[in-house]
């Protein structure tokens, strides 16, 4: 029996719907990533969640009670804000004790005292209890707010991508902080991101949010190395993966590839039918070389530039179709760039979707 | 506490909704009354005759005085306190301590009730010792007859009005030139753009919807002027002064004729609606215009 | 020698500005601490000793005038008559005022804006249009000549000046903020009451006290609704100088008396008088 059951949720804004039919159950104390593209809903799911908004259609569920009709205050789920949403006007110590101050608490004040030093502590903002929140750093602010949103043990978290407004460095740190911080309050976590490599790293599920419904729920290695449509393969990974259309067909261990009259085989099993498809290839799933192997390809080379620790190189094909291929450091300095250059693919690692719908094929 | 969400902002508003239609009854029975005849003093006569109250003061010639004077009062108190605000705002417009301490002092005015103003200047113009009288000597006006001749009260009225609401305009327009953008001044600065040109091609054009909207206020308020003129000529002498809304409480307390008050204040009001549709919109625009500013 | 016509012609503007605007403030100050005698000579008197007489005669309500017997006045009634309104008026704003404003401000509403406008454009109707059936109305009902109907006119200017100045500082502030106190377990009264009041604190107060100088300085509504026992000041002093033989200093030092309490009202609001003269649509 799942804890928080999403049933059917639509929420529509005039014709716009935000979110269409979305389904999930999950489980007391998860760390459940939403990742989405901007704009794709991912905080009005929270807003509906925390009762913010209310639903226009489904159910949600909690902890076997439904709580579509109750006020925010009534549903024991609290909510980081990606503006963090501090009051101006209190003390960071304020913030964070508001939560416990609430009536029907009933908290003595040196409880309370003892809780927010506590929580202070253990995101290390003892040293700035005193200060309104215009005098803190972005990176505070943000302690602050993931503070209050803790300190009071809810059955639910809701973090709406807390590290998008901090800088590079504190959202590293964040990164390894974060589980286990929130491993100490033992609560169940929906973390809001639109950065892949935040909910794979983070996530003990990651539910890939578009079209106004989770198109994935799965560990972060299934969907990165299964995802179940071409949408979904697009928004994990950076450069994205490679697609193109193509003609296959199997024989024996081997499924010949046709793009565009330029030929090669890939040594693979599969059940997929023969025919048209796509194919789709991730940058570090290519392996690229100055030397012929088996089944490589000669490729022309274009640019490249570095991203994110890797090299990038943009080379292309006789027939004008272009791939990008991303190498370690060491890798591309072996690579001679004047040279011919070959292409060959990591066979087992390649993916294809239909033409039409996007789906993964296998 | 459990209210419906949607019910939720009528109840928030509710209590301001009341007074809003406590308003409107008021309003619609104006409007009933100046389609009957209606005068206190002949309670029997009471009776609904459509129109003939409308047909009634068009027809009369002192009605066509009431309009003439009020619009003469209006133009008259926009352009001077428009020329006036807008060149007062221009030479306070640099930040320094004269210009600061004059931008709180010149305020004052504004703050006065302007039936208190009149007051303060009947005080001041008084032909037995106001000290007006006395400065106006020194360069050869003697006896200025101010509200009390036909040919000088609308003069006098209008130098109050422009005392108090100059101050109105002048404060508007200052706030608009103290938040007009740096960068096309200092464009013109460098292309060595003479000073007439940047007052009427940059300065003006930019300060444009702050002009408006304080004229618009201010043409509002003006065409139904009653304080001032109540304080200081109640509408004399004679009927040389009399705009709308004196001449409508006239008719009303001094003749009693209700119905003819009504019909005349539906005029006004019908005036008024158009003038205030204008300057909602206009408000509206400067709204949005100067939020969407800050927002940058 | 151009620079020098441009200095000049600067200074005669400042001079030409300052004793047309503020000589007269200044010199209505002067004449309260004058006696008669010496507010009636020709050629004004420039050095004199001051005198309080006026004052405590206004205050004691009776004054000696030599020659005649003593004149009773019954100005401080209309002072009592002007605090009562307007404090009433400014607190009936702010308690139907501000949940409207916060309304407006917060949910789109079907009519929400008509509302608002509705009672904006209250703001330009002819006072008489709407006076003179209440006039009736309340003579009718036996409002006529009570504290509680003027207050209630007064609405007529003061709400929708609040409800547009306080609604922009609702607006400001992000809902964000309230929905999280909401989170914390707190109910919705209590966000407004602990969150959103507290922020919109400066707008909400600049914006009473620019209604209390309007209640405070509003003449027409009391001139027709009241009787003298519940005039305040404006319509009050009117009286004062019509009525026959009263010293001119005392009728000055009604005046003083009568525009003291928005004159330094003003000097308080300095920072939020463009927004509230302009409905909040100018930020000063």
Redesign the interface.
């Known amino acids: 029996m799942s804890y928080l059951n999403l049933e059917n949720l639509s929420k529509s804004f005039k014709d716009d719907k935000v979110i269409l039919n979305l389904n999930a159950k999950i489980d007391k104390g998860e760390f459940f990533v939403v990742f989405g593209p901007s704009g794709s809903g991912k905080t009005v799911l929270l807003r509906l969640l925390?009762?913010?908004m209310?639903l226009d259609n489904g159910e949600i569920e909690m902890d076997s009670q439904v709580i579509n009709e109750f006020?925010?205050?009534e549903?024991d789920?609290?909510?980081a804000?990606q503006?963090f949403?501090?009051?101006?006007?209190m003390k960071a110590y304020d913030n964070i004790a508001?939560?416990l101050?609430?009536?029907?608490?009933n908290i003595p004040d040196d409880e309370i005292d003892q809780k927010v030093k506590e929580v202070a502590s253990l995101l290390k903002i003892e040293h700035v209890l005193n200060q309104f929140p215009k005098e803190l750093s972005n990176g505070q602010k943000q302690r602050t707010s993931l503070a209050?949103?803790l300190i009071?043990k809810p059955s639910v978290v809701l973090l709406d991508d807390p590290l998008r407004n901090v800088d590079a460095k504190i959202r590293f740190e964040m990164r390894l902080e974060l589980p286990r911080v929130l491993k100490e309050f033992n609560t169940t976590v929906i973390y809001v991101t639109q950065d892949f490599r935040e909910a794979m790293a983070l996530g003990d599920r990651i539910a890939v949010l578009y079209d106004g419904k989770f198109n994935d729920i799965n560990s972060p290695k299934n969907i990165y190395q299964n995802p179940s449509s071409l949408t979904t393969a697009k928004l994990f990974g950076d450069p994205t993966i490679n697609n193109f259309d193509a003609n296959i067909k199997k024989q024996n261990d081997f499924v010949h590839v046709d793009v565009k009259g330029e030929q090669f085989k890939l040594k693979r099993k599969t059940d997929i039918q023969d025919g048209d498809c796509i194919i789709g290839i991730r940058p570090e799933d290519i392996i690229l070389s100055n030397e012929p192997s088996e089944n490589s390809i000669e490729v022309e080379f274009r640019t490249k530039t570095p991203l994110n620790l890797r090299i990038v190189f943009l080379v292309r094909l006789n027939n004008g179709l272009e791939f990008l291929c991303s190498t370690t450091e060491e890798e591309s300095q072996l690579i001679d760039e004047n040279k011919k250059m070959y292409i060959s693919f990591l066979d087992e690692k390649s993916h294809f979707f239909d033409k039409e719908t996007k789906r993964n094929l296998e | 506490m459990k209210i419906n969400r949607k019910l939720f902002p009528y109840v928030l508003t509710l209590p301001a909704l009341l007074v809003c239609v406590g308003i409107l009854i008021p309003f619609f029975t104006a409007v009933y009354y100046s389609l009957q005849r209606y005068n206190l003093k002949m309670p029997h006569m009471k009776g609904f005759i459509w129109f003939d109250n409308y047909v009634n003061i068009f027809s009369d010639p002192s009605f066509w005085n009431t309009i003439r004077v009020s619009l003469t009062y209006t133009f008259f108190t926009i352009i001077i306190e428009l020329l006036l605000g807008l060149g007062i705002a221009l030479l306070l417009a640099k930040r320094n301590w004269l210009n600061n301490i004059l931008g709180v002092l010149l305020v004052l005015p504004l703050m006065i009730a302007p039936a208190l103003a009149s007051l303060i200047w009947r005080l001041l113009i008084n032909p037995n010792f106001g000290i007006v009288n006395y400065l106006l000597s020194f360069i050869g006006i003697d006896d200025f007859t101010w509200a009390s001749h036909p040919d000088t009260v609308l003069f006098t009225l209008i130098m109050v009005d422009v005392w108090v609401f100059t101050p109105f305009i002048m404060i508007l327009l200052l706030a608009g030139l103290r938040s007009l953008p740096r960068q096309p001044f200092e464009a013109a600065e460098l292309d060595g753009v003479p000073e007439y040109y940047k007052f009427f091609r940059i300065t003006l054009p930019m300060l444009f919807p702050f002009i408006l909207t304080a004229s618009l206020f201010r043409l509002l308020e003006s065409i139904q002027q009653f304080d001032i003129i109540y304080a200081l000529s109640q509408g004399g002498p004679g009927e040389s002064s009399m705009v709308f809304q004196v001449s409508a409480y006239l008719q009303t307390f001094q003749y009693t004729n209700i119905g003819k008050a009504a019909a005349m204040m539906v005029v006004l009001w019908a005036i008024c609606y158009f003038l205030c549709h204008v300057f909602v919109k206009q408000w509206h625009k400067l709204k949005i215009k100067t939020k969407g500013e800050l927002l940058q | 020698m151009k620079f020098n016509v441009w200095v000049l012609l600067k200074i005669l503007a400042y001079i030409a500005i300052i004793m047309f605007f503020l000589f007269p403030i200044a010199w209505i100050f002067n004449m309260s601490f004058m006696t008669n005698e010496e507010i009636l000579r020709k050629v004004p008197v420039l050095f004199y000793e001051p005198t309080l007489k006026n004052y405590i005669g206004l205050w004691k309500g009776e004054i000696a005038i030599e020659g005649f017997a003593t004149m009773y006045v019954y100005f401080k009634q209309n002072l009592i008559n002007s605090a009562i309104l307007s404090v009433g008026s400014v607190s009936v704003t702010l308690l139907l005022g501000v949940p409207a404003a916060y309304a407006f401000a917060r949910y789109k509403f079907k009519g929400g804006e008509d509302i608002a406008f509705t009672l904006l454009s209250f703001r330009f109707a002819p006072a008489l249009l709407i006076i003179l059936p209440l006039n009736l109305y309340f003579s009718k009902i036996g409002l006529y000549d009570s504290y509680f109907a003027l207050i209630w006119v007064y609405q007529l200017i003061t709400l929708p000046l609040l409800l547009w100045i306080v609604r922009g500082y609702f607006e400001d502030i992000s809902p964000d903020i309230e929905y999280a106190y909401r989170l914390d377990g707190h109910s919705w009264f209590q966000s407004f009451w602990r969150i959103s009041i507290p922020l919109a604190k400066p707008g909400i107060a600049a914006a009473s006290l620019l209604c209390f100088i309007y209640a405070w300085n509003n003449f027409v509504f009391a001139l027709i609704l009241g009787s003298s026992q519940i005039q305040p000041v404006t319509v009050g002093a009117l009286a004062f100088i019509t009525a026959s033989a009263i010293p001119y200093g005392l009728i000055a030092c009604g005046i003083v008396v009568s525009v003291l309490p928005t004159l330094i009202l003003a000097l308080f609001i300095q920072k939020y008088l463009v927004q509230g003269l302009s409905l909040g649509a100018i930020k000063g």
Do not use: C, T, V
């Not at chain 1, 101050?101 to 608490?105: E, G, H, L, T």
């Open positions: 925390s009762g913010i209310l006020q925010p205050e549903r789920i609290s909510m804000f503006n949403a501090l009051y101006p006007h508001s939560p101050r609430a009536d029907n608490k209050r949103s009071s």
